[in-house]
T-cell receptor, first 115, second 114 residues
Framework: GNSVTQMEGPVTLSEEAFLTINCTYT??????LFWYVQYPGEGLQLLLKATKADDKGSNKGFEATYRKETTSFHLEKGSVQVSDSAVYFC??????????????FGRGTSLIVHP | NAGVTQTPKFQVLKTGQSMTLQCAQD?????MSWYRQDPGMGLRLIHYSVGAGITDQGEVPNGYNVSRSTTEDFPLRLLSAAPSQTSVYFC?????????????FGPGTRLTVL
């Protein structure tokens, strides 16, 4: 079956530090890959996505590249801010047995950024 | 657009009580789903629907029922609440159940079962 593995958190950084959150996946088909972000007390919202190998998704200074050869989709940001403190979820969308594409989420990685 | 709305925001139940968590979306999305979020477990899919009148089970469906009589609404029913159902519940929707579709999440319902 499909699965998504993320690095465990919390990840604690100082403001302006470089961020990497690792994500690897297992899928039977050719999935789309997503990063979602959850701010405290809120639902998840899309951060970025990539739909085929070698695509790069980017938004708000965050980037992730779809690497089929290493089955990875690592999230990076060059300089984090306190406002980036949140939980980040890696997800994939792959075809289920009924023909629909059902999302599978990782367990989430908490990011804490200190001033 | 209000997006995806969920009610109530908080609920406390006693073991054995039943209740319905409401979810509605105004984006004319075909696909809707329910997740529960527990510490260290991430998001687990409970039930989903690819259109009005069509529902299917996800990873953790036991103890929950759903129906989809309209495109807009997708209520989740707890038949006989148990402490193991204490969790935060999220409803999500997307335009379709396609390869590239983004999920839009509601703000969540925090449920405590005593």
């Amino acid at each position: 079956g499909n699965s998504v593995t993320q690095m465990e958190g919390p990840v604690t950084l100082s403001e302006e530090a470089f961020l990497t959150i690792n994500c690897t996946y297992t899928a039977t088909g050719y999935p789309s890959l997503f990063w979602y972000v959850q701010y405290p007390g809120e639902g998840l919202q899309l951060l970025l996505k990539a739909t085929k190998a070698d695509d790069k998704g980017s938004n708000k200074g965050f980037e992730a590249t779809y690497r089929k050869e290493t089955t990875s989709f690592h999230l990076e940001k060059g300089s984090v801010q306190v406002s980036d403190s949140a939980v980040y979820f890696c997800a994939l969308s792959d075809r289920a047995s009924g023909g629909s594409y059902i999302p599978t989420f990782g367990r989430g990685t908490s990011l804490i950024v200190h001033p | 657009n209000a997006g995806v709305t969920q009610t109530p925001k908080f609920q406390v139940l006693k073991t054995g009580q039943s209740m319905t968590l409401q979810c509605a979306q105004d984006m004319n999305h075909e696909y809707m789903s329910w997740y529960r979020q527990d510490p260290g477990m991430g998001l687990r899919l409970i039930h989903y629907s690819v259109g009005a009148g069509i529902t299917d089970q996800g990873e953790v469906p036991n103890g929950y029922n759903v129906s989809r009589s309209t495109t807009e609404d997708f209520p989740l029913r707890l038949l006989s609440a148990a402490p193991s159902q204490t969790s935060v519940y999220f409803c999500a929707s997307s335009y379709s159940s396609g390869h590239e579709d983004t999920q839009y999440f509601g703000p969540g319902t925090r449920l405590t079962v005593l």
